[in-house]
């Protein structure tokens, strides 16, 4: 199961620079668990740090132009930091599995003389087989579209970072015209004709750059919940898929999928949503003469059905995630903001079991990254689990580690719960 370690964001709206987790340059920081959560209080940047994951997913869909302009950002200048210049910068450490050599991949975006976002600077870089210190090699490296590219799955160029980058243009000329020294036959050059396009959606679509392919379908596959639900209560056309999409409207199709593929796995779900909303017996779907499909609840000590349309808010959202949960072939990274939302109070503890069991699992799940503020959500959590995030009296947002400090590590061993310690004030700025 691929993994993401650590993540660096700067001058994203908020979040001016902030670090989660291991580094390729901070190898003595924990990495992230497989279950990570944010919490914090209102408006000190939760749905910003979701969003930063949303937008490098929208960055490989579509291009950053469009991603700076699409789901309300409002363009480059709305998203870049207060009073910086930018440029906007991503980096993410990640494993493709547990014995992998991990992967940095950095992002820079920044605007041309017109306005317009585009990509400033592209790199991935991974240790060699057998490499245990120093830096890694860099086997892509694109500034402002043109760079140079290592093939297969070993080469890559060592760049001394204490001296600055090395000279990209001469490179590529040498490999032009033929004197280049530096694995030559393994290099070759790169020119994009669109600098708004990232580099590893091109690349990564050809067979010849293995490593690059991998990190563009990690990125690809992941899921960021944008789930509501009147989007779930929609009556979508009849017809099986295998699953669920981020707003959830076509939770009817997945059921169909479900119970007509893996009805062990459905059987499962409803056992379970026996025990947090007592009374549903039954979830299935109804095909109407228009083809549409109709979600049917059968309650205990009713004849009648209920559809979706008539279910709690709650009801729908715990399905779903079960829903989610049970997918065949899940997702590598499932990002969700604040799953309370609408549901029991009593419930939360349970759903964040549920949540880690399926990021630890070990049939292989998704990382599970949530930003929350209940904590009887936290109360289920360990301290190197959780991450608190607030606000600096200058206005961005900074962001710590739970298990950081020793009293909270010994307050939690001693049997406090972390989501009362986070309510009594124990988790603030100390």
């Excluded at 919490?39 to 579509?62: E, Q, R």
């Excluded at 606000?391 to 972390?418: C, H, W």
Aim: charged share 25%.
């Amino acid at each position: 199961m691929a993994n993401i370690e650590g993540f660096r964001i700067k001058n994203f709206k908020t979040l001016k620079d902030i670090s989660l987790g291991r580094l390729w340059n901070q190898q003595r920081s924990m990495p992230l668990t497989t279950m990570t959560v944010v919490i914090g209080k209102n408006g000190v940047g939760k749905s910003t740090l979701f969003d930063a994951f949303g937008f490098l997913a929208d960055c490989l869909k579509s291009g950053v132009e469009e991603a700076c302009d699409s789901r309300g950002r409002g363009g480059f200048g709305n998203i870049l930091s207060q009073g910086q210049q930018g440029p906007i910068e991503f980096e993410v450490y990640y494993k493709e599995d547990g014995n992998a050599r991990p992967i940095t991949y950095e992002l820079s975006i920044a605007v041309d003389p017109s306005g317009r976002p585009f990509v400033l600077k592209e790199r991935l870089r991974q240790r060699r087989k057998g490499q245990k210190h120093g830096w890694p090699f860099s086997f892509l490296v694109l500034n402002s579209g043109k760079g140079v590219a290592w093939k297969g799955d070993q080469s890559g160029y060592q760049i001394d970072e204490t001296k600055g980058d090395f000279d990209l243009s001469r490179l590529m000329e040498s490999l032009r015209s033929g004197t280049a020294k530096e694995e030559s036959k393994e290099t070759e050059v790169v020119e994009l004709d669109d600098w708004r396009k990232l580099g590893i959606a091109t690349l990564g679509a050809l067979k010849q750059h293995p490593r690059i392919s991998a990190f563009r379908r990690f990125i690809e596959g992941w899921y960021l919940s944008y789930f509501t639900p009147d989007a779930a209560r929609s009556l979508p056309l009849a017809g099986p898929q295998k699953h669920l999409n981020i707003h959830g409207d076509n939770l009817g199709n997945v059921v169909q999928f479900m119970e007509r593929e893996h009805p062990k796995r459905f059987q499962n779900i409803l056992n379970r949503i026996a025990e947090k909303i007592p009374g549903v017996e039954k979830i299935d779907s109804e095909r109407t003469n228009d083809g549409r499909l109709l979600l049917r609840f059968n309650n205990r000590g009713f004849k009648d059905p209920f559809y979706a349309q008539q279910m709690s808010d709650g009801t729908l959202k715990v399905f779903a995630y079960l829903l989610l949960l049970e997918d065949p072939a899940p997702p590598p990274f499932l990002c969700i903001e604040e799953p309370e939302n609408g549901l029991y109070h009593k419930l939360l503890e349970s759903l964040a079991k549920e949540f880690r069991e399926h990021a630890t699992g070990r049939k292989g799940g998704s990382q599970v990254f949530i930003t929350t503020h209940q904590p009887y959500f936290v109360d289920a959590l360990e301290p190197e689990e959780v991450w608190i995030l607030e606000k600096a009296q200058e206005g961005f947002s900074t962001i710590r580690r739970a298990s950081d400090y020793a009293i909270i590590r010994n307050m939690v061993e001693e049997g406090l719960p972390l989501g009362g310690l986070w309510y009594s004030d124990y988790l603030d700025a100390r």
